[in-house]
């Protein structure tokens, strides 16, 4: 079993040294330079733009989406209360210093109410970052 870990973890090495994309962060602070911008919701669809300011390509981002529920009278709220947070995994390679729009629509839509509305949070919770050999 111990003779398995060190073949798996010299493979490992290897790939991350080949410029293979790896689930390792190599800059703590890539996280914060990859956001959701300019989020909007139309009927039950949350779109926006994911921007890459980060040094190197990425793929694979992970969002976290909100439908936030704002009562009409938030002084006496109701009691059932709609929200609900989403996971969504964009699509494709965004370059570094590039965006790519987005567009989420939920198998199961918000319900349609008239005691509030629907504010959409989207939240990048994860990326692959994907290193050129060398760095």
Request: glycine share 8%; net charge negative.
């Amino acid at each position: 079993m111990q003779t398995r870990f060190i073949w798996l973890s010299l493979l490992a090495l290897l790939v991350a040294r080949a410029g293979v994309a790896t689930d390792d962060p190599v800059d703590p602070n890539a996280v914060r330079r990859v956001t959701a911008q300019n989020v909007a919701l139309q009927g039950d669809t949350v779109s926006g733009v994911v921007a890459n300011d980060s040094p190197h390509a990425i793929r694979d981002v992970q969002m976290q989406i909100t439908y936030v529920w704002l009562w009409t009278n938030e002084r006496h709220p109701g009691t059932d209360n709609p929200g609900r947070t989403d996971s969504y995994t964009l699509p494709g390679e965004i370059a570094a210093g590039k965006s790519q729009p987005f567009s989420y629509r939920p198998q199961s839509p918000p319900p349609t109410r008239d005691d509030g509305h629907f504010e959409p949070k989207v939240s990048v919770v994860g990326f692959t970052e994907i290193v050129p050999p060398g760095q």
